[in-house]
């Protein structure tokens, strides 16, 4: 048996230990916003939030996350969140679309914390997160984008 908490909910489920996170959030719990890309941790499309850091959840075994919080893209909540979906959507940031739950996921969490990233910032906390359409320069003004926003 499993425990932890998702977005704010316990959970206690019987799953075997190795299950990765990404397919008990999928199959089990039905959260269906964080993506799976590669399976080994290289493209970011599964990033969520594990005790409130960026964690590849396609390599993350279930019993890994005992006792632990996982927030997902349908549980994130805050200003960072707000300013970058904002200029996400302002900027037209998405094409395909499929990497956007995590790369949104990892510019949150590297505005939360810095508060004005440079290039290197932004490149750095991006670094694990694969675009195959190739928006980067787009990510990289909408990161920029959010960050004014936020200092108001």
Request: charged share 20%.
């Amino acid at each position: 048996m499993t425990s932890f908490r998702v977005n704010g909910r316990d959970h206690e489920l019987d799953i075997d230990p190795d299950t990765p996170l990404l397919w008990v959030l999928r199959d089990e719990l039905r959260l269906t916003g964080t993506k799976f890309g590669c399976g080994i941790a290289q493209c970011g499309a599964c990033t969520v939030m594990l005790d409130g850091m960026p964690r590849r959840s396609c390599v993350t075994p279930i019993s890994m996350v005992e006792g632990r919080e996982v927030t997902t893209i349908e549980g994130m909540e805050g200003p960072e969140i707000q300013a970058v979906r904002a200029a996400w959507t302002a900027i037209d940031v998405p094409q395909c679309g499929w990497c956007q739950s995590g790369q949104i996921m990892s510019a949150t969490a590297l505005l939360q914390m810095v508060n004005n990233p440079t290039d290197a910032d932004i490149d750095n906390a991006m670094a694990g997160n694969i675009c195959r359409c190739a928006t980067y320069v787009r990510i990289r003004q909408a990161i920029h984008d959010a960050a004014k926003t936020l200092e108001g």
